[in-house]
């Protein structure tokens, strides 16, 4: 799958720079209304002239003043066409043999629950549905607006990408992970970037942006962005940023057979805007964090994301403060000892207090509905071979933690799922996790720590004994602020 990804990926750059190139001709593709492809000349800048920081570039505007539909449309039918180009012709798969009869037969019958690993149905699927996404978000649209490119995205490839029937469950975790990943990682790259930086650090900053936002990237080199020297857009960095890298060493623990694995890590969680104060758009304020383990069954470990879709402040002063909003989740837990994830919406009740001038005491709480969840199953032959049930359901999580001048040194998390089993052994998942962290100044921007987890999953079924799973995991690290 991996191999596939990379083929496919360097295949959608090759393929998309004609269309790039046939978008610059503005009355081939002009239209009326909000869809008008009013292109500006993407020609590189005269490097004589200089460019002072802040002027658009000698009169050439960065994208873009008006949606661009056909651009936008054209490359998500580029990424549904390469990935099956590859498969049909290069992977010489199957199920890429499609033709009439198969598109009527899929519209016919209608969706079912597939039988792909974990890591693809609930990280690769909703990471390409982020790129279905951030082809619209690219190209002029807001996040509502990209969304319906997410879905529409993900529902051609189903219907008519691959001759076997379409799976809900790709679907939804495509579009609604792919809208949650997609504008994650938007925000995230463009703050990397600066259009007014030069040099080797402007490469560097292109560069590792690329592998968040892949098409905003590509865009961007090919309409000389990537190297045009101008104003950065609005709100490029919120008013509240925080983020920390953290390395070392876990110990994880099978508490039912008595096994242990340890290994390194490397983890990086990111605090985007403030949610009392940056509220407006989706996402204006958000929660990632993700995990890079070794010694496991697989590399990536985590990757939770939790973003602000709009807010309404109850009450503020200068001591406290309470705020409720409407967020989005994307939960993904692939160890050796749990298999959990899915996509969820959620009620936040924030609740700050200030303890002194620097030192803060905060506590969220959020009841969650989960309209795709997956858990392992224990019953892999009623599970169309999958290792994981699909279903289902809610829940709730909490979080209490202290901070001093904006970053985090106590913190107590837990997250509670109940699922009913949708195609799987019959019956329901309940899964929780508990967390606690301590981290210790050192330096100014370094701090010392240790972390624990504890997990628990149980599943009641209703042909087949219950199941308790329990398991730990401990972590000393190195944080960098």
């Known amino acids: 799958m991996n191999r596939r990804l990379i083929a496919a990926l360097t295949l959608t750059t090759l393929a998309l720079m004609p269309l790039a190139a ?21 020609s590189p800048p005269d490097t004589n002239v200089l460019q002072e920081p802040g002027d658009p570039a000698n ?67 909703p990471f390409h549905g982020s790129v279905y996404f951030n082809a619209a978000r690219s190209n002029g ?30 679907w939804v975790a495509t579009s609604m992970g792919g809208m949650v990943i997609g504008e994650a990682f938007h925000r995230t790259a463009t703050s990397i ?10 490469g560097l900053r292109e560069f590792s942006s690329f592998f968040l936002d892949p098409v905003g990237g590509f865009n961007r080199l090919v309409r000389g962005e990537a190297s045009r020297v101008g104003p950065n857009p609005e709100g490029r960095h919120p008013a509240h940023a925080y983020s920390a890298m953290r390395f ?27 949610p009392y104060e940056e509220n407006e758009e989706p996402f204006d304020s958000f929660e990632m964090r993700f995990s890079v383990n070794g010694s496991d069954t697989q590399r990536l470990g985590l990757l939770q994301i939790d973003g602000l879709l709009f807010g309404n402040k109850t009450t503020e002063s200068d001591s406290h403060r309470n705020l409720f909003t ?35 005491l905060r506590a969220q709480a959020q009841p969650t509905v989960s309209p795709l969840w997956a858990v392992q199953s224990d019953i892999a032959e009623e599970a169309e071979g999958r290792s994981y049930d699909f279903g289902a359901g809610a829940g709730g999580r909490a979080r209490v933690y202290v901070t001093r ?58 042909d087949h004994p219950n199941v308790e799973q329990n398991g730990s995991q401990g972590r000393v690290f190195l944080t960098l602020f």
């Open 22 to 42: 046939w978008a610059e001709d503005e009355e081939k593709l002009g239209t009326a209304g909000r869809f008008k492809l009013d292109l500006p000349d993407y």
């Open 59 to 125: 009169g050439i505007p960065f994208c873009c003043d008006e949606p661009k539909f056909l651009v936008a449309a054209g490359e998500v039918l580029l990424l549904e066409a390469i990935p099956w180009f590859f498969n049909r012709h290069v992977a010489d798969d199957e199920t890429a043999v499609i033709s009439l009869d198969t598109w009527g037969r899929n519209i016919r019958e209608g969706f079912e629950w597939d039988n792909n690993d974990f890591k693809t149905n609930m990280f690769m699927h």
């Open 141 to 170: 649209y807001n996040y509502w607006e990209s969304a319906a490119f997410s879905w529409a995205g993900s529902f051609l490839w189903e219907m008519f990408g691959e001759a076997n029937r379409g799976a809900i469950n790709d």
């Open 193 to 202: 970037r600066d259009n007014q930086d030069t040099g080797l650090s402007r």
């Open 248 to 274: 070392g060493i876990r110990s994880l623990n099978d508490r039912d057979n008595d096994q242990s694995l340890s290994g390194g890590f490397f983890e990086m969680d990111i605090d985007y805007g403030d």
């Open 326 to 360: 409407v967020n989005q989740l994307f939960d993904y837990v692939n160890n050796s000892l749990f298999e959990v994830g899915g996509q969820s919406l959620a009620i936040t009740w924030h609740w700050d207090r200030q303890l002194s001038d620097s030192w803060w």
């Open 405 to 462: 001048d904006g970053r985090d040194w106590l913190e107590v998390r837990y997250l509670l799922n109940w699922s009913h089993t949708l195609s799987g052994a019959a019956g329901s998942h309940l899964v929780q996790f508990l967390s606690a962290r301590v981290q210790f100044p050192v330096f100014k921007r370094v701090g010392l720590g240790f972390d624990f987890v504890y997990g628990a999953r149980d599943s009641n079924y209703r």
